[in-house]
């Protein structure tokens, strides 16, 4: 389909367009072309045809746009931005990079799948792409060809292999003596070409890559990277520039014309946290104790046979011009702190010598060793850290500082290879700098003990970032349009916050749907009218444990197909399901469907999965159990007969008597004003929408969504689930027991299950001549608007334009929540009021603080 949004020629390869996905694509577009900086806030259904949008708009002279959405899970968020800014791309004459961020393997490949179906619809279209490149970029365990290094299994023991075969340092040495040192022959290869002639025009998904490259004899993950700056569209994870350690090496020449997308950023501000932290352990630091040993006895081997390049490295140093540039191939050494704030100046004196700076890191790490030694929690500032340090050991901040960059330089120096053994010494040079660098946002936390109960040390120090909006700013700041979406980041006005910019106007737009294809259920109590709940004070209670398991069996007789079960937290399904195997529930499920569990370990858990969908075809059925946080919960698709019902059992609140958790409680309340009760109820909650939102993946799918939790029955909490969720949960569907709950499910299941054609259009699916007929209204409204202009007085004020956070009007969400809040030491009130009535918020608090053990 072809249609005009402006003088815009918008190429969508589909036949029809959801109405959710024509808004979108406008608001988009609208965004894009804005004389200002624009938020677009928006829950656009892609196949499942849901719509929430947002619009902000802050006029600003700089020309820059931040979008950020919220969409239902499915691939129609991802084809509508495609086809806009694609269209967009290739329309105008600035041809605007588009980078593509997702979070998962997975995702890059259904992304690059889609951007390549598109770009064939548009040659058949007539389309004049001629040169145009997409790609998808990985790490090298993912994307290696080499028939030794691909062998490997660990991520990282492919890192470190591929460095020693690819490193400036061995491939100097294998040049000037063939055979000295191995060296790969597919990146040697690459060396021989053209930088932006690598592979032709075109998309190439991962595969597609591999395969080329092995015919051409080619690295594809060093031929990827190289031609990044020549390419239109660039697909990776978030960390390519998220994280500044990856960031410097991959993303840093990228033009700041370029648009970003975030895609699936529900949990963005975590990502953004990660990339600024940094933890040590006992091992890393005896490990760094030995690397800076090997450290000495390189600098005293060279010495002996080359000492000219010691002062080489001395001269360079004092003359201020900081480590030779190391190519692409030693990333492993990259300064871990935002290029905004890495040293402009000279390496300080007392480090510039090689062996001055290994005594200098030594002298620190046993410092840390020292620190480790304390059997009590310690929280302090960086300030007061490295007041400490300077009164113990005279270590100054501005030598720290600079520790990052003159191990880079001495190891590029020295020319070392196995740079992997150097991972501790690396470790701490960079948690020196950082914590040299970053003041506030930041806390340092030592935590001698495992667990509250364990008796033997094992100390962990964290350096850990509470400011989100610190890793993402250079992301603001560098590229004129960055779009955030996801269909779980309800509610839209905590990530303004978190991030560090502010919503203005908001709209929304009429839920679209044929029939109502999903259904949501909030159960409170059994069968035998006990309340369920995965609070602290009950979740081991054997009524709740039975009630839980008499749900699992009463929709695993009714449900076809595959049912997904999550659970907060892995320490709190492995108790449940051996309580349902001494109760004999689980022999029960076993009568109706197949039972398979998530754990922690990555390759049973797809063993799991693909066992499970075996079960789902083969018509036995299946149920999996899986956890909220988990890589079930996260990215994996349970469209159609996979995922007919998703029970969400429990809460998934947050174990917030974690310290860094605590710090980073404290820091919103202080600096954004956050309540703590606010963030871990907005924490469980998109967790908790991110599982059910498995359950549909289109509009022609279906799909049962049941939350197993009297505190879901609340006001409050439903307000943070996605409106495209909550609108749908009415009040005579808000408190049920176990039995109604299973009637209304069979009713659901036969109506749905009855003949319906899909291909109706003008509710759900709009023809080309519907999209013409909506644009022609829209013209006459804008007329009818600049005929008969508002007054004033009909001018809605800015601050009265927010959603509604009760839109089902089931009360008001209880303001007295901190009152409550600090009496957390009183006697449990009993099972919790409806919506509207006052509660107390002490349960919640307790839960998050208490539920999630393991986490």
């Known amino acids: 389909m072809k249609f005009y949004i402006g003088d815009l020629p918008v190429i969508f390869p589909y036949d029809l367009v959801y109405p959710e996905q024509y808004n979108y694509m406008c608001d988009l577009k609208r965004a894009l072309d804005a004389n200002g900086h624009c938020i677009l806030g928006k829950s656009v259904a892609g196949t499942s045809g849901l719509s929430d949008t947002t619009v902000e708009t802050n006029c600003r002279a700089d020309l820059d746009c931040w979008i950020h959405s919220e969409m239902p899970s499915g691939t129609g968020k991802t084809v509508s931005l495609l086809s806009l800014i694609i269209s967009y791309q290739q329309f105008y004459p600035s ?31 007539g389309c004049d792409d001629t040169g145009f490149r997409g790609i998808g970029l990985s790490s090298r365990k993912n994307l290696c060809i080499h028939p030794e290094v691909a062998r490997e299994k660990k991520g990282k023991t492919v890192d470190a292999r591929c460095r020693d075969l690819t490193s400036a340092a061995a491939c100097e040495q294998g040049r000037a003596d063939p055979g000295s040192v191995p060296l790969c022959d597919f990146h040697e290869e690459l060396g021989k070409r053209e930088p932006g002639d690598l592979f032709p025009e075109g998309v190439f998904t991962l595969d597609d890559m591999k395969e080329y490259s092995r015919e051409q004899g080619i ?16 697909i990776y994870s978030f960390h390519y520039l998220l994280d500044p350690k990856i960031a410097e090496q991959v993303s840093a020449e990228l033009d700041g014309e370029a648009i970003v997308v975030f895609d699936e950023a529900h949990n963005i501000d975590n990502v953004c946290i990660e990339s600024l932290s940094v933890d040590l352990t006992r091992p890393i630091l005896e490990g760094a104790s030995r690397s800076a040993n090997r450290l000495e006895e390189k600098i005293a081997e060279m010495k002996e046979n080359d000492i000219q390049k010691l002062q080489d490295e001395y001269t360079r140093l004092v003359q201020g011009l900081g480590a030779p540039d190391g190519g692409e191939e030693d990333d492993m050494l990259s300064n871990p ?240 399901v051996a309580a349902w195997n001494d109760m004999g529930i689980l022999n029960e499920v076993w009568k109706n469907k197949l039972i398979f569990v998530e754990t922690p370990d990555a390759a049973e858990t797809s063993i799991a999965l693909e066992n499970y969908r075996k079960a789902c075809d083969n018509g036995r059925g299946a149920v999996l159990l899986s956890v909220a946080r988990g890589k079930v919960s996260e990215g994996i698709d349970f469209d159609h007969n996979y995922g007919r019902a998703v029970i969400m059992f429990g809460i998934p609140y947050q174990y917030t008597e974690s310290r860094i958790l605590k710090a980073r409680l404290e820091f919103l309340r202080d600096a954004h004003r956050i309540k703590e009760s606010d963030y871990l109820t907005f924490d469980a909650m998109r967790h908790a929408a991110q599982c059910v939102g498995r359950v549909l993946r289109g509009k022609t799918d279906w799909g049962l969504m049941v939350f197993a939790d009297q505190r879901f029955a609340r006001a409050d909490k439903r307000a943070r689930l996605p409106k495209w969720i909550n609108q749908y949960i009415t009040e005579s569907h808000s408190k049920l027991s176990t039995d109604m709950a299973i009637a209304l499910s069979r009713q659901f299941i036969r109506n749905i299950s009855q003949p319906f054609d899909h291909s109706q259009t003008g509710i759900s699916v709009w023809t080309y001549e519907q999209v ?56 449990d009130p009993g099972p919790s009021p409806g919506p509207g009535e006052f509660y107390d918020g002490r349960e919640d608090e307790e839960e998050a603080r208490l539920a999630n053990m393991d986490m």
């Open 95 to 125: 041809h605007r990079k588009l980078i593509y961020c997702s979070r998962t393997v997975p995702e890059i490949e259904k992304a690059l799948a889609e951007l390549k179906r598109l770009m064939e619809y548009r040659k058949q279209m």
């Open 772 to 827: 013409l007929a909506k644009q022609a209204a829209e013209k006459r409204e804008a007329e009818q608007a600049v005929i008969e202009p508002p007054t004033m007085n009909s001018r809605p004020h800015p601050t009265s334009t927010y959603p509604n956070p009760n839109p089902n009007g089931e009360g008001e969400i209880d303001m007295d929540m901190d009152i409550e809040y600090e009496n957390a030491g009183r006697d």
């Open 337 to 576: 702190i935002l290029p905004d704030d890495m040293i402009q100046e000279a390496i300080p004196g007392n480090i510039r010598k090689a062996e001055h700076f290994v005594a200098f890191m030594k002298r620190f790490i046993e410092y840390l060793k020292t620190r480790m030694r304390v059997l009590h929690v310690v929280a302090e500032t960086p300030v007061s850290f490295l007041q400490h340090l300077k009164d113990i050991t005279f270590i100054e901040k501005r030598p720290l500082k600079a520790c990052a960059e003159r191990l880079s330089s001495l190891v590029k120096t020295l020319g070392l290879t196995n740079l992997d053994e150097y991972s501790g010494l690396q470790t701490v040079a960079g948690f020196a700098t950082l914590v040299a660098t970053y003041e506030k946002g930041f806390l340092l936390i030592l935590e001698p003990y495992e667990t509250d109960h364990a008796t033997v040390a094992n100390p962990v120090f964290h350096f850990t970032c509470m400011d989100p909006a610190l890793a993402m700013a250079p992301v603001f700041e560098k590229f004129s349009s960055v779009v955030i979406t996801s269909g779980t980041i309800s509610p839209l006005d905590m990530y303004p916050k978190m991030l560090d910019f502010q919503p203005v106007v908001i709209e929304s737009y009429p839920m679209t749907l044929g029939r109502n294809s999903f259904l949501p259920l909030v159960i409170t109590r059994g069968s035998d009218q006990v309340a369920i709940s995965s609070r602290f004070e009950v979740r081991n209670d054997p009524s709740v444990v039975r009630n839980f398991g008499s749900i699992l069996i009463e929709y695993s007789k009714c449900v076809p197909d595959g049912i997904v079960a999550f659970f907060p937290s892995y320490l709190y399904m492995e108790s449940i």
């Open 219 to 234: 690295c594809p993950y060093f031929a990827l990277r190289r031609m990044m700056p020549f390419v239109d569209v660039i």
